[in-house]
């Protein structure tokens, strides 16, 4: 598989742009927007209630800017089952794992979706459908 790499000839103080096929190369990937969700563990507590374990990598984490929650939800989106707030960045700590516990989820929902939230862009990134342990 070839890939394209752009360069940069500075010629008498002046750029010009071209580019170039690199065989074995990987393209350079745009900044991500969002944190992703890593792995996530879950226990249930009772029969509609679970404790998650959710680990987020946000490689961009600063003050300015960072992982500020994540939430447990329907597959769909659509129904917010539990979100955890998180008050700073883990720039220290990359990734990191954070618990979300006593999340209620309706009888017969056999999976939720866990997805993380920046802190300038809101939710996106990579999530994790979880099957629900006893359903």
Same mark, same amino acid.
Do not use: C, K, M
């Given at each position: 598989m070839m890939l394209r790499r752009t360069w940069l000839l500075r010629v008498g103080g002046m750029?010009?742009?071209?580019?170039?096929?690199?065989?074995? !190369? #990987?393209a350079q990937a745009a900044e991500p927007k969002f944190p992703d969700v890593v792995?996530?563990?879950? !226990?249930?507590?009772?029969?509609? @209630?679970?404790?998650l374990d959710v680990t987020v990598s946000s490689p961009y984490?600063?003050? *300015? #800017?960072?992982?500020?929650?994540?939430?447990? @939800?329907?597959?769909?989106?659509? *129904?917010v089952y539990g979100v955890r707030a998180l008050l700073h960045d883990h720039a220290g700590e990359q990734p990191f794992t954070r618990d979300l516990y006593g999340v209620q989820v309706p009888a017969g929902v056999r999976r939720i979706r866990v997805q993380a939230r920046d802190k300038t862009h809101g939710w996106g990134g990579n999530t994790r459908l979880v099957e629900l342990p006893g359903r």
């Open positions: 750029g010009l742009l071209g580019s170039g096929a690199v065989p074995g !190369r #990987r792995n996530v563990r879950i !226990r249930a507590r009772g029969a509609d @209630t679970f404790d984490d600063s003050a *300015q #800017r960072y992982a500020d929650a994540f939430r447990a @939800t329907s597959e769909d989106g659509a *129904q």
